[in-house]
């Protein structure tokens, strides 16, 4: 069906199920003590509003975790308009935000990642959001663009993680277990104890799968601590530790014709030496809360990082460890008559860490079919990496309905890199230090009626290149590759209806980023970067819910996420072909999550969702695309008090119901190797099934 037709059929279906579900619609609705019926089913965080100031930033929380596998975290970020993950497998995932970080070769990167407001992207702009446990968090706070001034102005914005807090006065059980195709076993543990001064939450994790494909066998265990102590009503203190654990077998991208013969199979040379990567990563934190008065408080955080990381590839054997640490404080305050007028924000984040790698002789092919064997070194490497943010903003109460607020962040980014190898006239080592970066912003919400804002902003961003990407072929710093930056421009509105059980999010959006920063790769494990031009990413994301009383004991809350991405290259010279003009290389131009929850008040539920994602442009000159699929998926669940303080829940769901063939992630710009075909496809899992007990219970 030609996607014009596609969009037209799914949107009426749409309107006409709002339609006609809301003729039915009641105003009352009973509450039930055990499944909270009109608590699950209200929007979940979609105007929060913590990072952003004025503006509205994008958020999931328990209800859209529901609609997927609790093995899947990348299927609800991709709920979020504007958002998309491409997964190459659980342990593989490169995330993009409208466009920005499409063209990373592996990983992500472009955005800043925060686990309960401490950072988690690493020095040179890594973030792995495949080592935390979807179980584990409470909500998923996305700031599109660089207009979250306070979590770094990177281009692509910041993700910003929240684990769960125990509910108050409370000591609470919960056991999740849950099994499924490909060999899967995950369990979630949790404790949690709250009274008036102190609480406490204790979780551990276990999960195996044997994974759809070849050498493509998943397993993490993971222990989250997390404690606050009030010491009295204006100080607080807490602790966070978090420890993980995984291993995981990598099958790599495979090329259009293994993709057609069999898209189970893992790429040849990786299964032939066995590649797998082993973390060990933890996150300890500390924060202290100080109130100085009313409307005004500091919030500082000290945190430490370690991630041991072995990963034998064919073509070497990489072992690296970074150790990081810094510290993050922010004041909050009020000024003006009754502390409403101006409000502010100001605060700092350092984070620095070190960095230490080398890559050994990878011998798999002498070794008998047992896969990897390390042999000699071939590089030994520390770098020493250090990001510093300042920033702040105040919004000032013009009218009754008008706020306006302006921001500034101020980065400045170190390189330091020493070749602890070639101790000759061959080393490299070279320092590079970025100028220090201004990065303003100005927002303007507009209050129409209750429940009914409009919003502009304007904001500029960058994106430090990692340090590899500053070297040339020959190893040594390019002093000529410079930051990317852009300048973002939105406007939208985020509406309320019907006492709000409607809510519309809809936003316009236009970022130009200059210094486009293009890896190049010079070799099976080296990419160069270098600066090729512009780029315009603009688009539309929508996002809306809709709540239905059917009857007092049955709710259906359909929802929509649609997202356009009209980005091109404006200017981009490239090996001297020009492809300015063409669209740009790793997004999709549509993108469309639609679907459906039913809730009834004895504790059923059934969710259902439709995700459409469109074809991919796989290389600069558009030359080849990936191709355009659907995914329908379906999970459902009941949940009883067997007796007081204890419950007991079933649940069980189908991804791909339809069993479609399609490719998960892609590899832009594949580059064949000895005369191998170019590989440019990670395989998405056929169909699959999962089920799960759950048991709660309740201290008396």
């Known amino acids: ?64 975790f529901e609609n997927y596998s609790p093995i899947d975290i990348t299927s609800s970020i991709n709920q979020i308009s504007g958002v998309y993950v491409l997964s190459g497998a659980l342990n593989t995932n490169r995330i993009t935000i409208r466009g920005v970080g499409a063209r990373t070769p592996f990983g992500t990167d472009k955005l800043r990642l925060y686990f309960d407001d401490i950072p988690v992207t690493n020095g040179a702009g890594s973030s792995t959001i495949e080592a935390y446990d979807v179980e584990n968090l409470q909500s998923i706070e996305v700031i ?6 306070a979590y770094g102005t990177n281009l692509g914005g910041a993700i910003v993680l929240n684990s769960k807090d125990p509910y108050s006065e409370t000591t609470e059980v919960i056991n999740n277990f849950t099994i499924g195709s490909y060999g899967l076993l995950k369990n979630n543990f949790n404790f949690s104890h709250a009274e008036d001064q102190l609480s406490v939450s204790l979780q551990y994790g276990h999960m195996n799968i044997d ?135 100001l605060g700092a984040e350092l984070y620095k860490d070190t960095y230490d790698w080398g890559t050994f002789e990878n011998l798999y092919e002498n070794n008998n079919g047992n896969g990897s064997l390390q042999g000699d070194p071939l590089s030994e490497n520390k770098e020493l990496r250090r990001q510093l943010n300042l920033f702040g903003y105040a919004n000032y109460l013009f009218a009754k309905n008008f706020t306006a607020q302006v921001g500034l962040n101020i980065n400045s980014t170190n390189y330091d890199f020493k070749d602890l190898y070639n101790t000759g006239i061959d080393n490299k080592s070279a320092k590079r230090n970025f100028s220090t970066i201004f990065l303003p912003s100005l927002d303007l919400n507009y209050e129409i009626a209750s429940g009914k ?69 010079v070799g099976e494990d080296q990419f160069i970067g270098k600066n090729a031009g512009r780029t315009e990413h603009q688009g539309l994301d929508l996002d809306a819910n809709y709540r239905i009383s059917v009857t007092q004991n049955f709710q259906i809350s359909p929802f929509i996420s649609y997202s356009l991405s009209d980005d091109r290259f404006v200017e981009f010279i490239d090996a001297d072909t020009d492809y300015s003009g063409h669209p740009l290389t790793g997004v999709p131009k549509h993108r469309l999550n639609f679907g459906a929850q039913l809730q009834w008040a004895n504790g059923f539920y059934w969710n259902s969702t439709l995700q459409y994602v469109d074809k991919i442009p796989l290389t600069d000159a558009t030359s080849l695309y990936s191709k355009a699929f659907t995914l329908i998926n379906t999970r459902m ?41 170019p590989r440019y496809f990670y395989p998405g899992n056929g169909r699959n099934i999962y089920g799960g007990l759950r048991i709660e219970y309740l201290l008396p």
Do not use: C
Not at 467 to 493: A, F, H, M, R
Not at 503 to 515: C, F, G, T, V, W
Not at 643 to 665: C, E, H, R, V
């Open 1 to 64: 069906m030609p996607y014009t037709n596609y969009m037209k059929a799914l949107s009426f279906s749409f309107l006409l199920f709002v339609g006609s579900s809301y003729s039915l619609a009641q105003e009352n609705i009973q509450k039930d003590s055990i499944t909270r019926l009109d608590e699950v089913i209200l929007i979940d965080t979609l105007k929060i509003r913590n990072a952003t100031g004025i503006v509205p930033s994008s958020g999931i929380g328990a209800r859209v």
């Open 144 to 149: 599109k663009g660089p207009k979250g001034t």
């Open 211 to 345: 994974g759809y494909r070849e050498n493509n066998r998943f397993q993490r265990d993971g222990i989250l601590l997390k404690s606050f102590y009030k010491i009295n009503t204006r100080n607080k203190i807490g602790l966070l530790v978090n420890y993980i654990d995984y291993y995981a077998q990598i099958a790599s991208s495979i090329s259009q014709s293994a993709f057609d013969e069999n898209p189970k199979q893992a790429a040849f040379t990786w299964k032939a030496a066995k590649g797998y990567e082993a973390n060990k990563y933890t996150l300890v934190g500390l924060s202290y809360l100080h109130k100085f008065r009313q409307g005004l408080e500091n919030t500082t955080s000290i945190f430490y990082t370690y991630l041991d990381h072995y990963e034998p590839r064919p073509f070497n054997i990489l072992d690296e460890f970074t150790n990081g640490y810094g510290v993050r404080t922010r004041f909050s305050g009020a000024i003006g008559p009754k502390e409403q007028n101006i409000k502010y924000s």
């Open 453 to 521: 804002n409009v919003y502009a902003n304007i904001s500029r961003g960058f994106s430090n290149p990692s340090l590899e990407e500053t070297l040339t072929p020959q190893g040594v710093i390019n002093p000529d590759i410079k930051q990317e930056t852009g300048t973002n421009y939105e406007v939208g509105s985020l509406m309320e209806f019907l006492y709000g059980r409607l809510q519309i999010e809809l936003a316009l959006y236009r970022m130009d980023i200059k210094n486009l920063l293009v890896a190049q790769r």
């Open 637 to 677: 669940g009941y949940k009883k008090e067997i007796f007081k303080g204890f419950i007991a829940g079933l649940d069980f769901g189908i991804n791909n119901m339809g069993d479609t063939k399609y490719a998960q992630s892609v590899l832009i710009n594949a580059v064949g190797f000895g005369g191998a075909e």
